[in-house]
């Protein structure tokens, strides 16, 4: 079945740091990816859509000079959390759509827990 | 906008008892729906997913979900609970535009001997 990774696992920086998230779809291309957030014991909450190829689209109230996104490949995204601080800790998560498919065929990766000291 | 509740926040059961978690869907066109649910420290697994086919939907472990339009619901069923069920469960319906999905809240899943 498809695969989507991310990386780090997790990641613990200092506040005022920036750190990259990578996501990546590792046996089939992905046209479109998805950002989510995740709080402890909350839903997922959707921060992003990223196209390849073009600027991604935020959801409102997600800061987007705040949380950079890249999808320069069909293979690869990353969001990039600029001046993180502790209020910025939770867990990320990617997931990738395929050439072709509907929303029933996204795939989602295992996430990326960051904490920002 | 197409959004999902979940009625309930916990269930707990006893092992070889059915589960219900209950979710109702809000949209204004045939939506996509789907159960995904999330273990520990794991990363989401789709359980099924309805798009507009049969209405019964099967999917993996045992759980099947019913797509009722009268009742706006899509509740999920599994006849015999088993330990490892316990886990997070999310009714998730997919958005009209770029197929971004909208998470329900999520219902805990509680499994005793």
């Not at chain 1, 779809?25 to 859509?49: E, G, H, I, N, V």
């Not at chain 1, 800790?89 to 498919?101: E, H, K, Q, V």
């Not at chain 2, 159960?35 to 798009?51: D, E, I, R, S």
């Not at chain 2, 706006?72 to 009714?91: G, R």
Request: net charge neutral; aromatic share 10%.
């Amino acid at each position: 079945g498809a695969v989507v990774s991310q990386h780090p696992s997790w990641v613990i920086c200092k506040s005022g740091t920036s750190v990259k998230i990578e996501c990546r779809s590792l046996d089939f291309q992905a046209t479109t990816m998805f950002w989510y957030r995740q709080f402890p014991k909350q839903s997922l909450m959707l921060m992003a859509t990223s196209n390849e190829g073009s600027k991604a689209t935020y959801e409102q109230g997600v800061e987007k000079d705040k949380f950079l996104i890249n999808h320069a490949s069909l293979t690869l995204s990353t969001l990039t959390v600029t001046s993180a601080h502790p209020e910025d800790s939770s867990f990320y998560i990617c997931s990738a759509r395929s050439i072709g498919s509907g929303a029933e065929t996204q795939y989602f990766g295992p996430g990326t827990r960051l904490l920002v000291l | 906008a197409q959004s999902v509740t979940q009625l309930d926040s916990h269930v707990s059961v006893s092992e070889g008892t059915p589960v219900l978690l209950r979710c109702n869907y809000s949209s204004s066109y045939s939506p996509s729906l789907f159960w995904y649910v999330q273990h520990p420290n794991k990363g989401l697994q789709l359980l099924l997913k309805y798009t507009s086919a049969a209405t019964l939907v099967k999917g993996i472990n045992g759980f099947e979900a019913e797509f009722k339009k009268s009742e706006t619901s899509f509740h999920l069923t599994k006849p015999s609970a088993h330990m490892s069920d316990a886990a997070e469960y999310f009714c998730v319906v997919s958005v009209n535009s770029g197929y971004a999905l909208n998470f329900g809240k999520g219902t805990s899943l509680l499994v005793t001997p």
